[in-house]
């Protein structure tokens, strides 16, 4: 049985890390796609938590955007600190930054 990241409506959990790593390259949703072998629209629904990528996939996203295939499925504190920090820096120091993993 394939491993299948949890999946969660909105930008969180894998779909939050694809989408923070992707930011980090400076990649748009093609960029990442090309990369990968799929479509813009195929990163996009991975972001959104509307589907989930294939094994085969998930490998080539996770060396595309130089992290692990675990850290894309299950997370890392301290990149999630560093992307936290990330945006509370774009929407200002006292801004509260909400986390729903």
């Not at 894998?14 to 390259?25: D, E, I, L, Y």
């Not at 504190?77 to 774009?90: G, I, K, L, P, W």
Request: charged share 30%.
């Amino acid at each position: 049985m394939p491993i299948r990241p949890r999946l969660t409506k909105g930008r969180e959990g894998f779909g939050k890390r694809v989408a923070w790593a992707r930011s980090q390259k400076g990649w748009t949703l093609a960029d990442l796609g090309r990369e990968v072998g799929v479509s813009g629209t195929c990163v996009w629904n991975w972001e959104e938590g509307n589907t989930h990528p294939r094994p085969g996939s998930l490998a080539r996203l996770a060396e595309a955007l130089d992290v692990s295939s675990e850290h894309l499925l299950e997370g890392d504190e301290m990149v999630e600190a560093a992307a936290a920090n990330d945006d509370r820096s774009s929407r200002g120091p006292d801004a509260p930054v909400h986390w729903r993993t």
